[in-house]
């Protein structure tokens, strides 16, 4: 069973930083797509960042530059580092893995969820 655990979230000042972990189990990560997702209140789920089994890596247009995606296959862990943190970027932010090839920011195209965790970025 697929088990994937987000952790990190938490509340900063604008400029700042924080780091997401995404701790997966029931399976081998780096046989997975995994991707960051975030949705904030009245607005729809959106893709943060990906990255695929061979470490080629996705990004929206709205981070590049800000946050970067990456994985320990050992540990099958996820990451997310988020630097100059913006208020926009409050929500909760998901860990999600698929099975298919290939980079992509549509949540749609993934299968495995966690709960997410909250960022909050105040002015």
């Known amino acids: 069973q697929v088990q994937l655990v987000e952790s990190g979230g938490g509340s900063v000042q604008a400029g700042g930083s924080l780091r997401l972990s995404c701790a997966a189990s029931?399976?081998?990560?780096?046989?997975?797509?995994m991707g960051w997702f975030r949705q904030a209140p009245g607005k729809e789920r959106e893709g943060v960042a990906s990255?695929?089994?061979?470490?080629?890596?996705r990004y929206a247009d709205s981070v590049k530059g800000r946050f970067t995606i990456s994985k320990d296959n050992a540990k099958n862990t996820l990451y997310l580092q988020m630097n100059s943190l913006k208020p926009e970027d409050t929500a909760l932010y998901y860990c999600?893995?698929?099975?298919?090839?290939?980079?992509?920011?549509?949540?749609?195209?993934?299968?495995?969820w966690g709960q997410g965790t909250q960022v909050t970025v105040s002015s």
């Open positions: 990255i695929d089994r061979d470490g080629s890596t």
């Open positions: 999600a893995a698929s099975l298919r090839l290939g980079t992509s920011l549509d949540p749609m195209t993934f299968g495995y």
């Open positions: 029931g399976y081998t990560s780096s046989r997975y797509r």
